[in-house]
């Protein structure tokens, strides 16, 4: 068994099950300097938390903005759930979009709204126009809201500005407008990086669980270990743009991880084209 088993068997599952995600020898350049990703093959099927980890600068982030048709490939393809997200456009690409939750290391909410209107908005890409205040929203929408709101434990802070929370917190409130969307799957962009580490621990918990309930398929980038080995099932380790690792959780030995952090001067991130 290699590192990257996972990666070569991929093959042999992808016949029996129609993977969530799917990248195949996927290239991304910036310009003619950088080259974010070389070559990523990998699949991640349906209700599966996977973990991404990786040095500052190896891709997680472009990897994961692939997949919201944020950026394109310059070479290779990106297929979620049956898109071809580097061709998509206009109605497709809203769809599909529709879909993908995403929450991201700063959290991104309005401040001077509520948590309530906040996760609101994750409704947004569902209804026609823009909205002014809570009350704009329709009624199903505040009830859904609210509901991912309990659900996050944060049902008694509706009303609160959501500059006046916590971080922990609002990341918990970035979660439920992400769920309010009802997607099939959730990307988090080091959605625990700006945390202290029990908020970090009640996050991943969080994903870890509505996953689980809500049958979600997860990819999720972390800068911790232990953190990927507790509530991921599968880790895949980028290094320079390449997967280096890709393994399940349970089969992985904790020095394996060392392969995505070590020989760092013989990684080239990013690496010149
Ligand atoms: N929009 C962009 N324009 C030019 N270069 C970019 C752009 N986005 C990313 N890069 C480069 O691509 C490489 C991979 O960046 P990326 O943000 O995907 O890494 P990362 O693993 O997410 O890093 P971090 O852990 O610091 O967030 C880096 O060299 C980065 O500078």
Not at 36 to 47: F, T
Not at 52 to 57: N, Q
Not at 131 to 143: A, I, S
Request: with cysteine; glycine share 8%.
């Amino acid at each position: 068994m290699t590192d990257t088993d996972n990666g070569s068997l991929a093959h042999s599952i992808d016949r029996i099950v129609t993977p969530s995600i799917r990248l195949t020898e996927v290239v991304k350049d910036f310009g003619p300097q950088v080259r974010a990703l070389d070559g990523v093959s990998l699949s991640v099927y349906p209700s599966e938390v996977v973990t991404l980890l990786g040095l500052s600068g190896s891709g997680k982030s472009t990897l994961l903005r692939l997949l919201d048709g944020l950026h394109l490939p310059s070479s290779g393809s990106v297929s979620v759930l049956g898109t071809d997200v580097g061709a998509a456009r206009g109605r497709e690409l809203r769809a599909l979009r529709r879909q993908v939750g995403f929450v991201f290391q700063q959290f991104h909410l309005v401040g001077s709204m509520s948590a309530l209107e906040n996760v609101c908005t994750g409704a947004l890409g569902s209804l026609r126009g823009p909205r002014f205040g809570l009350p704009t929203y329709p009624r199903t929408v505040r009830l859904a809201a609210m509901e991912q709101l309990d659900r996050v434990g944060l049902a008694d802070k509706a009303f609160q500005r959501a500059d006046t929370l916590s971080g922990g917190q609002q990341q918990r409130v970035a979660v439920a407008r992400a769920l309010v969307q009802k997607p099939r799957i959730l990307l988090a962009d080091e959605p625990v990086a700006s945390l202290d580490p029990e908020s970090s621990a009640q996050v991943m918990e969080l994903i870890s669980r509505v996953a689980a309930e809500d049958s979600l398929t997860v990819l999720c980038s972390l800068h911790q270990v232990e953190l990927a080995l507790t509530w991921g099932h599968r880790l895949v380790g980028l290094r320079g743009g390449k997967v280096v690792l890709d393994k399940a959780v349970s089969a992985i030995d904790r020095s394996q991880t060392m392969s995505i952090y070590s020989s760092v001067a013989a990684a080239p991130a990013p690496q010149l084209v």
